[in-house]
Structure formats: C-alpha cells, structure tokens
Nanobody, 125 residues
Framework: QVQLRESGGGLVQAGGSLRLSCTASGSIAKATHMAWYRQVPGKQRELVARITSTGTTNYADSVKGRFTISRDNAKNTVYLQMNSLKLEDTGTYYC???????????????????WGQGTLVTGSS
C-alpha cells in the first residue's frame, strides 16, 4: 500500500520559518497532485497549498506570499516552506496525494487518495 510520511513540524516563534516534507512510499506508478492541509481542533481541515504533477500551484489566501509548495517528482516528495509564520498558522498539517498504483495486470491501474498522519506546527509569541 501507499504511505505518506510527514516531517518537519515543531515549535516556531512568530515571524520564523519552518519547512515540512512529505514522502510517498509504496508501489506508486505516478503521483498526480500533492497538497498540504491544515486542521485545528473544532474546525474543518482546510487546504493550505496544492501542486500538480506539472508544477502548477495554488494557495489559501491566508498563506499567499509566505508559504511555498514544491515537489521532487523523482522522490515523490512534496515540501512546504513556511516563512513569516503567524500564530494563526498553528495546527496539524496533513499531507495529501493522489496516486496511481498498479492493479492486477500490467495495464490495470487504480487511483487512490492518500493522507499522512499529520505533523504539528505550533506558533509561539
């Protein structure tokens, strides 16, 4: 099966920077989009940034100009560079990816949406 493993979360002062990484492992034929979501207790999970396999990106308005998403297709890894962090950026960050995995035959593929277990980012004043 496919797994997403995040790393890079932690405690950071307001105005500081942090870099999150997420690597997809398993039997992956191709990763399509990769994305970062954020969730705080009592609220819905929200999209922070998304990048397609060809590099097209989109961001939540709240992070535009501060966060940068990038990916290394050869490593099936997505990054989130977070600069000028604010207290309201605090939350659990989840990696998400759409992946094609081999099926039962050489021409059979299945599409999966997979999620990581989350990494906590905590801003401090």
């Amino acid at each position: 099966q496919v797994q997403l493993r995040e790393s890079g979360g932690g405690l950071v002062q307001a105005g500081g920077s942090l870099r999150l990484s997420c690597t997809a492992s398993g039997s992956i034929a191709k990763a399509t989009h990769m994305a970062w979501y954020r969730q705080v207790p009592g609220k819905q999970r929200e999209l922070v940034a998304r990048i397609t396999s060809t590099g097209t990106t989109n961001y939540a308005d709240s992070v535009k100009g501060r966060f940068t998403i990038s990916r290394d297709n050869a490593k099936n890894t997505v990054y989130l560079q977070m600069n000028s962090l604010k207290l309201e950026d605090t939350g659990t960050y989840y990696c998400n990816a759409g992946v094609w995995v081999p099926g039962t035959t050489s021409t059979d593929f299945r599409y999966l949406e997979v999620w990581g277990q989350g990494t906590l980012v905590t801003g401090s004043s």
